[in-house]
């Protein structure tokens, strides 16, 4: 039976060193998942590092964030990335909604069979144009997306693979793997951030300019650069209506 929408629990897995940025991410994802507060339990792997796939229960979903101070590429530095990618199959396995973003998008890539590489010459910091692929023209979450729309990116690590049974379902100038989907599961991942936008990020690049850019006047620059992203956005609550509702 179909829960309705206020039935939903959902697990947010956080990968962040740093209570503020972890407060914003969370109040993201409920703002554009038109859910309660109530609705989120976070996990915190910097908090908890070690953890299996019994946290999944009594959850309907799991959703994966984005992280200013880890890296899927040093799992020796990071030893939560291991616990992750066998969650993420876990719950491909057993057919476990998930939304996975920028740093849940990595892992999912690595988990899943693809490779991730560090690449600052295509770091992608800002919002950016993203193209999507035919398959994405009959996607549940990308049907009525038009094409070109803007989304939140920030990232010095890529995709150079995608897993065996990865169907695309977007791309950008410096990185050609935006988005993807498991055929025949309920599993999306993004590079790019559907749940930030241009004042989020605004706040957030203030605060951690000095990992990312080498002046103030860089910074400055980037930020008047910035588009609205309010398709990109609409992705949260199409994962909630279209696959968890639907």
Known sequence: MTKQRSQLRLLLLQIRDDAITCEEELNEFIRYSHLEAAQFTVLNVFETPVFNATCMEGFDALLVGGSSDASVTQPEQYPFVEHLKRLLKHCLHESIPVFASCFGFQAAIEALGGQVIVDVAS?????????????????????????????????????????EEAVLLASSALCPYQAFRVAGKPF?????????????????????????????????????????????NQLVKKFIDRILLA
Do not use: C
């Open 123 to 163: 770091m992608e910091m800002g919002t950016y144009p993203l193209q999507l692929t035919e398959a994405a023209l009959t996607d549940k979450l990308f049907y009525d997306v038009p094409n070109g729309f803007w989304a939140v990116l920030g990232h010095k690590e890529r995709a150079v693979s995608l897993p």
């Open 188 to 232: 999306y991942a993004f590079q790019f951030h559907p749940e930030i936008d241009p004042p989020d990020l605004r706040v957030r690049l203030t605060r951690y300019q000095s990992r990312y850019f080498d002046s103030t006047a860089t910074l400055a620059t980037m930020l008047q650069d910035l588009q609205e992203t309010p398709i990109a």
